[in-house]
């Protein structure tokens, strides 16, 4: 473990003592999709952490690991089943967390395509392919949106998507991916306007962390991490807990009340370019 | 629709989209600057399978090489404003991913045929920089139309191919049918006093991005609303 990482993971421990002192998310909801592994898992227990009961969903069984994970700390979850190309398997997992905690304070759609980190060539990649992407980045948000947006004006709560960088300036060697994700940004601006005067807040977040499936391509390139970790001011690669898990947690929170149609981009300087 | 004969050996310069004033202009303006403009797109093309595609191109370019492309399409009543609540399965792939669809096939398309220093055009509502209640869906499939501009850009650019974006107010996109939008007023018109977007301003900017004073100019996106979205 390098200093600087060491550093953090102090920072953090004092960050998350508040947090829980704090309990920032006390008494709030929150519905991950996807966080049965990565980003998805990471915000699932960051929210935790800040006393929010979570709602974990995932298309298989990785979503019990991760109730488990908190509820081994102390912390409240939920798990469902869902896949969010499937309209009914989302406004299911609503209806759950309804039924389980009788409310829902925020929907956070992380959930992406198995293929998101494979690489393809924008001039004959296929429909398929572009469908693979889009059944769950694009048509997902669009069934957390409608399936959600009852239940978050009874609360007063906010829908956030998960995007990427790549979403802003494009990427040559993954372009699906950033479309599927340029999508959900401009989303957020217009359901943030749509949805604003019924007091549901939308934003996006933009993150660079380390997930299991950056982790295989570490494991297949030995010199990539160095290679990314070079392009990082902070000079590291986010950890999904502690450095996006709990920005996520800051926009479920009241302390981001007021803000709506905003895409956060945590990449630890890495994107500096809006 | 053929607009300008010229010899065989000049490259097309292909115009996507239906016969709105907006691409009448940009053909015509083609056209007067001596480009082989032709134009695919209106009733009866479909432009959402990969063969009905080629097949578009085959027939309005034959074996000329493209030269030029400028996409300005948008199916019939996706401008139309619906809250995202009311919309259904069918109003959301209209609206959003038959556009995106598209989009990627007839740039696919032109690429297979786009000659050594060609340049790209997509004509796209300023709906996704700001985003617009009433049009998230339409502005969803702006924003991923604009990426693939970009990431196009990146990857032809080694090909001397440029790749660009005009972003102007969805009322110029819109067809017929948009009537709630209008085509003189809308949220993203300019204020009283302020220079308006015409068909025939946007019609300018085109040409003058496939031309060679624009030669630096690839990834960008340019608004062309009069003033009414000013970019961070």
Redesign the interface.
């Known amino acids: 473990m390098t200093a600087p990482l060491k550093d953090k993971l102090l920072k953090d421990k004092l960050l998350k003592d508040k947090l829980l002192k704090d309990k920032l998310l006390k008494d709030k909801v929150v519905l991950v999709t996807g966080a049965g592994g990565g980003v998805g898992r990471g915000i699932a227990l960051a929210c935790a952490a800040a006393g929010a009961e979570v709602v974990v969903t995932a298309r298989g069984a990785s979503g019990d690991e991760t109730t488990e994970m908190i509820r081994a700390k102390g912390g409240s979850a939920h798990a469902v089943r869902c896949d969010v190309t499937d309209r009914d398997d989302v406004e299911r997992s609503v209806a759950e967390a309804l039924r389980v905690y009788g409310g829902l304070d925020a929907m956070v759609h992380n959930a992406t395509s198995r293929e998101s980190s494979q690489p393809h060539a924008l001039e004959d990649a296929s429909l398929e392919l572009w469908e693979a992407h889009a059944s769950v980045s694009v048509r997902g948000s669009f069934h957390c949106a409608q399936a959600s947006f009852g239940a978050l004006v009874e609360t007063g709560g906010t829908l956030i998507l998960l995007t990427s960088p790549a979403g802003i300036e494009g990427s040559a060697t993954l372009p699906f991916y950033g479309m599927s994700k340029a999508a959900q940004r401009a989303l957020v601006k217009s359901l943030a306007l749509e949805w604003g005067p019924s007091g549901v807040r939308v934003n996006g977040l933009a993150p660079l962390a380390r997930t299991e499936a950056l982790d295989r391509a570490f494991e297949a390139d030995e010199t990539l991490e160095a290679r990314i970790r070079s392009l990082v001011p902070l000079g590291r690669i986010g950890e999904p807990t502690v450095d996006v898990g709990y920005v996520a947690a800051f926009l479920v929170s009241d302390w981001a009340n007021y803000v709506s149609g905003q895409t956060l981009v945590v990449s630890g300087g890495r994107f500096t370019l809006l | 629709m053929e607009h300008h004969f010229d010899d065989l050996d000049q490259p097309a310069s292909v115009v996507v989209g239906a016969p709105s004033p907006l691409v009448q202009e940009i053909l015509t303006q083609l056209g007067s600057r001596g480009h082989h403009a032709v134009s695919i797109g209106g009733a009866g093309f479909n432009l959402d399978h ?1 063969d009905a595609v080629e097949e578009c191109f085959a027939e309005a370019c034959g074996d000329r090489r493209v030269g030029v492309l400028v996409h300005a399409d948008i199916p019939p009543g996706a401008a139309q404003p619906r ?3 009311d ?1 259904d ?1 069918k109003g ?1 792939d209209l609206r ?2 038959s556009i ?2 598209s989009t ?2 007839v ?2 398309a032109a ?2 045929r786009l000659a050594a220093g060609g340049s790209v055009v997509l004509v796209a509502p300023s ?2 920089l ?8 339409w ?6 139309q ?3 501009a ?6 032809w650019g080694g090909a001397g191919v440029r790749v660009n974006v005009v972003s102007v107010p969805p009322a110029l996109l819109g067809d017929d049918s948009d009537t709630e939008m209008g085509r003189d007023s809308g949220p993203t018109s300019p204020a009283p006093g302020e220079p308006a977007a015409t068909v025939s301003a946007v019609a300018d900017l085109v040409c003058m991005l496939v031309g060679p004073e624009s030669r630096s100019l690839t ?1 960008s996106t340019l608004v062309a609303d009069g003033g009414s979205l000013m970019v ?1």
């Open positions: 990969p809250a995202l609540m919309l399965d959301w959003c991913e995106i669809r990627l096939l740039f696919q690429h297979r709906i996704s700001g985003g617009e209640a009433g049009l998230a869906a502005s969803a499939a702006a924003e991923a604009r990426n693939l970009k990431v196009a850009a990146r990857r990834g961070p």
